[in-house]
């Protein structure tokens, strides 16, 4: 029975280009969304630009330019970075979203009025200079650790700066002392909510990878402490509460909320109830991101659900990977060792990027990217093994046409073999290994072609001759049906060279002669 399948893509925030360390945390969802569609799953597949908050702020202020102007040069850079690679949303949107800021308005309201939304007084760094609160990021200070300046929100080293530390912060904008004073917020009471989640997690835990599990343990185990949900900005999503007419909504309770309500508007314009996705016990939901993202979607996503008292589901699968470095550096704006991904795009086949980073990104480790490296795997993987075994195949002197002849039954039984094995790795989100049983098969083909020497039997046996040829393009289409979340533009030439329509996930019979034509090679080889 087919399922109805929520794959939510982490939001990118939009005061700055995407990298490649974005990439290889969102790249996961678009495979799993092909894949699930691929099985017959009613799919939607959704995320946006996370425009509010106060980066966007201070980069405005900097560039002498709106906050919308910000957001908006950046979420038009994003949807071409994302169309550039071949993303495959359902409904990619924005925070800034008319839609969305109604339906998070309606949704804080509700949990409000559910009491999990409560009103405290805190001390809180004030910059008397610039007469307003500030946030950890618009503080600077020593770090207590390194002794190198930083921001309040932590430190390159990986220190966290304590309420303490903060005391002898200054204003980023003025470089004034800051001072405390006493600040009414609005709050989402975690810790009344903790029994919740903490239930959630035992129940869900198992199908999550391993970071997942760990740090949400973590902060489960030092226990959950109320969390501010509004800020004293000027720019973001007004609250909907009498007496707080001067506060935006903080960004991360309006960003993680961002997959309901695109769900609902996507669901909206297509004739779609969104509770069958959000509400029934045939559905399956992922939030896919990197691990400096875990909590938003593991604690407290969850918890907003459980705080609207209305049977939501949450999620099911966190797919979180790790970081991304660069010639064994990690990425940093200080070093300008980033790579965007239009500027890897711009250089290099998408599907190549796609393959390169789904086999070999972060998945439960850190991981190294370097151009050489790229080029090497491309080279070796997808000229040398899966396009050389296209080529001698596809390409093979004097070969017209593939003639239906008998099927090779270990030819059948290893494709079907692959089906089962690379489904069941991505049940349990081992891509990489998904893919190198892909690869599996491409070997197999390879070898299988070595052995039967069907340059040998052209000559000298035509009839074993097709059938070896046949079963080569077996493989071939199997491995098109196979790779398709994949490379979706490399596999789409494929289809067309062996005339097999769109397909489900199962095996590709080839049922009737296939004439070939203008065969050409689908990999060109990196000098």
Partial sequence: MSKNVIIGGAWPYANSS???GHLVALLPADFLARYHRKIGDNVIYVSGTDCHGTPIT?????????PKEISDYYHEEFVKAFNAMDFSYDLYTQTEDEYHKQKVQQLFRKMYDNGYIIEKEEPQPYCDNCGKFLADRELILTCPSCGKETKGEGCDCGYIPTPEDLKNAKCQECGKQVIEKNNKNLYIALPKLQPFVEKYYNENKNAWRKNGQNETLKYLKQGLIDRAVTRDLEWGIDIPVEGYENKKMYVWIDAVLG??????????????????Y?????SLIYMVHGKDNIIFHSIILPALYFALEDNMRSPDKIVSCEYLNINDEKMSKSKGNGITILDLTSEFATDSIRY???????????????IEDFKRVH?????????NFINRTLKFKGLEKIEVAEKDEEVVEKIEETYKKVSEHIDKLEFKKAIETMM????????YYDEMKPWVLYKENQEKFKKVIYNCALIIANLANVFEPVMPGTIQKLKNYLKIDNLGWGFVDLNRDIVLENIEPVFEKIQ
């Avoid at 080279?379 to 396009?387: H, T, Y």
């Avoid at 599996?440 to 070898?447: A, C, H, M, S, T």
């Fill in 18 to 20: 995407v990298h490649i």
């Fill in 58 to 66: 201070l980069k405005a202020k900097k560039e002498k330019k709106s």
């Fill in 259 to 276: 997959y309901l309500t695109a769900s609902m508007k996507y669901c909206e314009e297509h004739g779609l109830n969104w509770e069958d």
């Fill in 278 to 282: 959000w509400k029934g016990d045939n």
């Fill in 356 to 370: 390169y980073f789904i086999n070999n990104g972060p998945e439960n480790k850190d991981s190294n990217f370097s």
């Fill in 379 to 387: 080279n070796a993987d997808l000229v040398n093994k899966f396009g």
């Fill in 440 to 447: 599996e098969l491409v070997e197999y083909g390879n070898k």
